[in-house]
């Protein structure tokens, strides 16, 4: 019972949803709310996916905030940012967040600028599509397995 558990995913709510792209090689979160609930239930998930990703492949995420109404960075969205950070810490990838344009967005781009990663590239930004484009640009790299 316990190996089912540890191997199954995570189940989400209804503020949170969780997508595939480019055939399995990005996992895209989707938060439509800053409750507890929800950024817990975010950070388990995004945990498992860290710990479950194929050794050979980087780790390319998206963390798309923009359908929070009234996005701020909380302290509490920064205690789940940085758990997540912290699993599986040498696991090489990309990760781009997009927040709405707000005077949040200028606290969390100072928060990964003083929070450097060696091994995951981090970036805000203010448009899905720019962001699954950055995240794309990884995978057209030589050393990337396709």
């Known amino acids: 019972m316990d190996k089912v558990q540890k191997s199954s995913k995570p189940a989400l709510n209804e503020h949170l949803s969780r997508e595939f792209l480019r055939d399995g090689r990005i996992v895209a979160f989707k938060i439509r709310s800053l409750d507890r609930e929800t950024l817990d239930t975010w950070a388990t998930a995004a945990a498992f996916e860290l710990e479950h990703w194929d050794e050979k492949l980087p780790f390319l995420n998206l963390q798309d905030f923009s359908d929070c109404k009234n996005f701020s960075f909380t302290p509490y969205l920064r205690q789940k940012s940085e758990e997540i ?40 930004f203010f448009s899905r599509e720019e962001a699954v484009r950055w995240l794309e640009e990884w995978l057209n790299l030589d050393n990337v397995p396709t």
């Open 85 to 124: 950070t912290s699993v599986q810490p040498d696991k090489t990838g990309r990760t781009a967040v997009v927040i709405p344009k707000s005077l949040s967005a200028y606290v969390v781009c100072m928060f990964f600028i003083a929070k450097r990663d060696l091994y995951r590239q981090r970036q805000v």
